[in-house]
C-alpha cells in the first residue's frame, strides 16, 4: 500500500520533483491499476483527494477509485460528502502523503495538513483551489469616512467599535484578501472574511496562550469554512469559532477572543460613524475591488461551495445569521427576521440579551441589557436610539448602549455575522431564536 501510494503521486526526499512528474506518466498509471484490483478500501480517501485535485488523471482516479469502493458518485464534491457521512479507514501516514499530494500547488501543505490526526481529521480537508501566498492585509491603510470617495451607499461593509474607535471593512477589499490586520481603540486587532462561510469576524491579536499571531489563509476548508494558518506554527484555525482546530496549537485549546461586529451598508455605518476610518482602496495589491467581484465564485450558489456531507436543517443553508455566545449557550439569530423587527429582546442562560437594527439591509447588533428592559427603538443611522420601560432613552452605537440621562452604559457583546450552516458547523450545538 505505501509503495503504490508514493509511486502514484511521484513521491521524492525532496517534495519539488515531483512536479517533474506531472502530468501523470506510465509509473502513476501502473500504480492506479494495482490500487484498483488490490480491494483496500484504505485507499477510498486518498483517491478520493486525487479525484478532486485532478491533475490529468480523473479517469483513472475515477475508475480505480469505483472498483475499491463498489460505488459512484457523479462529483469529487459528492465524493468528499461520502466519506464525511461514512469515514472509510486510513492508511498509515495518510496524513503526511496528502500533504505530499497538495504540495504539487504548494510546499507549505506539507506543514499544514495534520499528521497526528489531532484535531480536523485530514480527509476532511478539502483543497480550496488556491495556495497559501493569498496577500493578507498586515497593517491596514485607512482613511477617514468623510474623505472616503468609492462606496456606494448599498455596499457592504463589517463594522466596529473599539475602545470609542469606529472601523469599517468593505467587503468588496476584506474578501480578496481573507485577513486583515489592525489597530482599533490601541488594540491590536485581526478581521477574517470567509467567501463561502458568507460572512466575516473580528478579533483580538492576542490569543489565549497570550501570544500575537501572524495570519494568512490555508485555502483548506472543512465544512466549508475556509481555515487559516499562523506563520508562528503552521497552525490551523476556524475562522467562525476562533479556535485552532490542528496543528501543534489544538492540543493547548488556543482560541482568539471575539470583538462584536456588525454587517450592514456602507450608508448606514457612515451615517452613524462619519468620524470614523474605513479601509483605503489604495492596499498595495492590484485587484478588481468592484462591488461583488471578489464572490462571484461563491454568489448565487443555494448550497455551500465546498463539500459538506451533513446540513443542519433548522434553517435553510444560507439564511444569514449572527452567532453570540451568551452565557455559555451558543445561539444564532436569523438576520433578516431581526431587521424587520428592528429589536429582540430575551432571557438565555440568565443573560438579558437585546438585539436592535436599523432596519432591513442595515445589520444587527446585539447587547448585554443586564436586566433592563427595552420597548421600542427608533431613528436611523446617527439617531438611532432606544428607550426602556421607565422612559428613559439610550443612545446607539456598534461598543454600547448609553442612557441618556444618568450615562450608564449596557456593552455590546461579540457577534458573528455569517451563512447558518457555517455558523452550525463551528458551533454544532447552537441553539436558534425564532419569531
Same mark, same amino acid.
Given at each position: 500500500m505505501r509503495d503504490a501510494l508514493r509511486e502514484v503521486i511521484c513521491w521524492y526526499d525532496d517534495p $519539488?520533483?515531483?512536479?517533474?512528474?506531472?502530468?501523470?506518466?506510465?509509473?502513476?498509471? %501502473? !500504480?492506479l491499476e494495482r490500487i484498483a484490483t488490490s480491494g483496500d478500501r484504505r485507499f477510498i480517501a486518498p483517491l478520493v483527494d486525487m479525484l478532486w485535485l485532478d491533475?490529468?488523471?480523473? %479517469? +483513472?482516479? %475515477?475508475?480505480?477509485?469505483?472498483?475499491?469502493?463498489?460505488?459512484?458518485?457523479?462529483?469529487?464534491a459528492e465524493w468528499y460528502a461520502a466519506i464525511e457521512r461514512d469515514p472509510p479507514p486510513l492508511p498509515d501516514g495518510y496524513g503526511e502523503w496528502k500533504g505530499r499530494l497538495l504540495s504539487l500547488v504548494d510546499a507549505r501543505y506539507l506543514?499544514?495538513?495534520?499528521?497526528? &490526526? =489531532?484535531?480536523?481529521r485530514p480527509e476532511r480537508l478539502v483543497w480550496a483551489y488556491g495556495d497559501t501566498r493569498s496577500p493578507t492585509i498586515t497593517s491596514a491603510k485607512t482613511i477617514r469616512a468623510a474623505d472616503e470617495r468609492y462606496l456606494a451607499a448599498s455596499d457592504v461593509v463589517f463594522g466596529l467599535r473599539l475602545n470609542g474607535d469606529s472601523r469599517a471593512y468593505p467587503e468588496r477589499i476584506l474578501a480578496w484578501h481573507g485577513v486583515a490586520q489592525d489597530r482599533a481603540g490601541g488594540t491590536d486587532i485581526v478581521v477574517f472574511h470567509c467567501l463561502p462561510c458568507g460572512g466575516a469576524a473580528a478579533y483580538r491579536r492576542a490569543a489565549s496562550d497570550g501570544r500575537s499571531y501572524? #495570519? &494568512?489563509?490555508? @485555502?483548506?476548508v472543512t465544512g466549508s469554512r475556509r481555515l487559516l494558518f499562523d506563520a508562528e506554527t503552521m497552525s490551523l484555525w476556524d475562522p467562525v469559532s476562533g479556535r485552532v482546530v490542528a496543528g501543534s496549537l489544538a492540543a493547548k485549546n488556543v482560541s482568539l477572543t471575539p470583538i462584536p461586529l456588525a454587517r450592514t451598508s456602507w450608508g448606514e455605518?457612515?451615517?452613524?460613524? =462619519?468620524? $470614523?476610518?474605513?479601509?483605503?482602496? /489604495?492596499?498595495? #495589491?492590484?485587484? /478588481?475591488?468592484?462591488e461583488g467581484a471578489a464572490m462571484r465564485g461563491e454568489g448565487g450558489l443555494e448550497r455551500p461551495q465546498f463539500p459538506i456531507a451533513g446540513l443542519d436543517p433548522r434553517l435553510a443553508a444560507k439564511v444569514r445569521v449572527v452567532g453570540v455566545n451568551l452565557g455559555g449557550v451558543w445561539r444564532a439569530y436569523p438576520i433578516e427576521a431581526i431587521e424587520q423587527a428592528r429589536m429582540v429582546q430575551e432571557t438565555v442562560a440568565g443573560m438579558t440579551v437585546v438585539l436592535i437594527s436599523a432596519g432591513? =439591509?442595515? &445589520?444587527v447588533q446585539v447587547y448585554d441589557a443586564q436586566g433592563t428592559r427595552f420597548d421600542?427603538?427608533? $431613528?436611523?443611522? !446617527? @439617531?438611532?436610539?432606544?428607550?426602556?420601560?421607565?422612559g428613559g432613552r439610550w443612545f446607539v452605537d456598534d461598543e454600547r448602549l448609553l442612557n441618556a440621562r444618568n450615562?450608564?452604559?449596557?456593552? +455590546?457583546?461579540?457577534?458573528t455575522p455569517v451563512w447558518w450552516f457555517s455558523w452550525a458547523g463551528a458551533h454544532p450545538d447552537t441553539t436558534i431564536w425564532k419569531p
Open positions: $519539488g520533483k515531483a512536479r517533474d512528474c506531472l502530468p501523470p506518466g506510465e509509473a502513476s498509471q %501502473r !500504480a491533475l490529468g488523471w480523473e %479517469r +483513472a482516479v %475515477r475508475e480505480a477509485l469505483e472498483r475499491v469502493s463498489g460505488q459512484r458518485y457523479a462529483t469529487a506543514d499544514l495538513v495534520p499528521k497526528d &490526526g =489531532g484535531g480536523v501572524t #495570519f &494568512g489563509v490555508a @485555502n483548506l455605518w457612515k451615517d452613524r460613524y =462619519g468620524t $470614523g476610518v474605513v479601509l483605503a482602496l /489604495d492596499t498595495g #495589491f492590484v485587484r /478588481d475591488y468592484a432591513t =439591509g442595515k &445589520g421600542k427603538v427608533s $431613528g436611523t443611522g !446617527a @439617531n438611532l436610539e432606544v428607550s426602556d420601560r421607565d450615562g450608564r452604559t449596557r456593552p +455590546a457583546l461579540p457577534s
